[in-house]
């Protein structure tokens, strides 16, 4: 019998106007929850209710729904921390209250494992933020655990061709950074190469869908999908989903801003429906990295944009490929992705590397120029090792002069108002920048900023009692902001950076940071 059921149409397909009137009369603040709810009966039966009754002069929408679906639990139901318990304690009690099986009849996709959803409206499998929430795991010695979200991925690679954005039905048309070949190498560090081997179809499965329609591209038609064509022939990755339509989980606000573009600008809503889902696929939304120069979002351009930090994760899972087909005893494959490596490492230095900035930065193919904000995207070169010695200098000099605050890594240089960018800071991004100066011996850099991090972390936590999604790094009084929605906590890649930072690089008691400590 399969583990999904028949049709997987995400819930603004199956509900269709109730949908739409929903979101757009507010019914939620917010529109993700719809998109999650499950609901009481047959979706044709409810949706036949809803023809017959929605004439009635007394109909009531949010009485209707409320009749008709069972909502999903409220952020932080049921949990309340331990605010004299030291931050590695709270993590270690959130583990299980973070711990999820998928449901039947709702907008989540079955996976065969328990996993970790990141917390607050993040209720699924997310895909990369998995990877940080493993790096906890596994130092805290739950290998076994990642192990099997690491299965439930290649269970969504088998079924779908590729990882969504998270195990919901309305993410299926679009994946998020591809981070699977790093969450195989992490096993294979417990164990062994052989863990290659055993993901080898996934992983290639997973680089077929980044890579597809690469033999189609050509100078007058140099875009498919995920892949771009430069002059010299090579091939470089966007971000990209395939369907430009209103996002599920935020329907209303892109209905509205898509007919204020429309009005203003003539913008078709199509073209910016692309534009956001793509950012979305990034992680990063949103940032200036995908606008115009204004920064705001109605200049929104993420396809034209080539990141740093995805052909880098590319890179990687050529690199990843590589060593695979060869613990398969396939030798000749090995050797094309070791060349497919080669030319991709040459093209980054080429297209992201800025001299006069002295940092990688993203490319914007309309004006075939370099996007003038430099961000942490620019550590990834460093973090896969493509970077030489002189630019992990360069770099390593920007991020103590520019980016390194009070508590930590801010994201950008730019201050848009956007939750990608000054002055927030990010769990993933304080790891990818503290491992890549490692790589290149700063290892006195990537401590401080781990001290700097963990202290903020600490103090929030001893504050509020809780870990959250970001954190201002800036003024350490305040709250991460900017995104669309309030600031969550819970929260599964905090928690694992916290966790591997503490446990895997033994920072803590050596600088007295694991102690409880009150704040005035």
């Known amino acids: 019998m399969s583990l999904f059921p028949s049709a997987t149409l995400p819930p603004h397909q199956v509900y269709g106007e109730l949908f739409h009137d929903v979101q757009m009369q507010a019914v939620f603040t917010d529109s993700k929850t719809f998109a999650d709810c499950l609901p009481i009966g047959r979706p044709e039966e409810i949706l036949a209710r809803y023809e017959l009754q929605k004439q009635h002069p007394d109909f009531s929408l949010p009485r209707f729904v409320q009749l008709h679906f069972k909502l999903p639990p409220a952020p932080g139901a049921g949990y309340v921390s331990d605010q004299s318990a030291t931050t590695l304690e709270h993590i270690e009690r959130m583990w299980p209250h973070l711990t999820r099986q998928a449901e039947p009849n ?113 100078a007058d038609d140099p875009c498919f999908r995920r892949v771009v064509w430069l002059n010299d022939g090579t091939v470089l990755n966007r971000y990209w989903d395939d369907l430009p339509a209103p996002r599920p989980e935020m329907y209303r606000e892109d209905v509205l801003m898509a007919r204020r573009l429309h009005q203003s600008h003539g913008t078709a809503p199509e073209v910016f429906y692309r534009h956001v889902r793509a950012a979305c696929e990034s992680g990063w939304d949103f940032s200036s990295r995908w606008f115009g120069n204004d920064g705001q979002l109605e200049t929104i351009r993420t396809t034209a944009i080539l990141p740093v930090d995805l052909n880098c994760l590319l890179f990687d899972l050529e690199c990843t490929l590589a060593d695979a087909y060869r613990q398969a005893d396939s ?176 920072i803590g008691q050596s600088v007295g940071l694991e102690s409880k400590v009150t704040f005035g």
């Open 106 to 218: 709702t907008s989540l996709l079955p996976v065969p494992h328990p996993y970790i959803v990141p917390g607050g409206r993040f209720r699924g499998l997310y895909y990369w933020d998995s990877y940080f929430t493993m790096l906890g795991l596994v130092a805290g010695g739950r290998t076994d655990f990642s192990r099997g979200m690491v299965d439930n991925f290649a269970h969504l690679i088998e079924t779908f061709g590729h990882i969504p954005n998270a195990n919901r039905t309305y993410f299926l048309s679009r994946s998020q950074p591809p981070y699977f070949a790093r969450m195989v190498r992490l096993l294979a560090e417990t164990d062994g190469p052989t863990a290659l081997a055993r993901y080898l179809p996934q992983l290639q499965k997973e680089y077929n869908f980044w890579m597809d329609g690469r033999y189609r591209l050509h």
């Open 331 to 506: 030798p000749d494959v090995a050797a094309h992705f070791d060349e497919a490596a080669r030319d991709r490492h040459c093209t980054i230095q080429t297209i992201f590397w800025d001299e006069s900035a002295r940092f990688f930065l993203d490319y914007d193919t309309q004006s075939h120029q370099r996007v003038d904000c430099p961000t942490l995207a620019g550590v990834y070169p460093l973090f896969v090792g493509i970077a030489t010695p002189a630019q992990a200098g360069y770099v390593h000099e920007r991020l103590r002069t520019d980016f390194l605050k009070k508590g930590g890594l801010v994201t950008s240089l730019c201050q848009s108002g956007h939750q990608w960018d000054t002055p927030n800071g990010w769990a993933p991004l304080q790891w990818l920048a503290c491992e890549g100066l490692r790589r290149y011996g700063y290892g006195a850099t990537a401590q401080e900023i781990e001290i700097r991090w963990l202290a903020l972390n600490d103090k929030v936590f001893g504050h509020t009692g809780k870990m959250t999604e970001k954190y201002n790094v800036v003024d350490d009084g305040l709250p991460g902001g900017g995104g669309e929605y309030p600031n969550q906590d819970g929260f599964g890649w905090t928690n694992g950076v916290y966790q591997a930072f503490r446990l895997q690089n033994s």
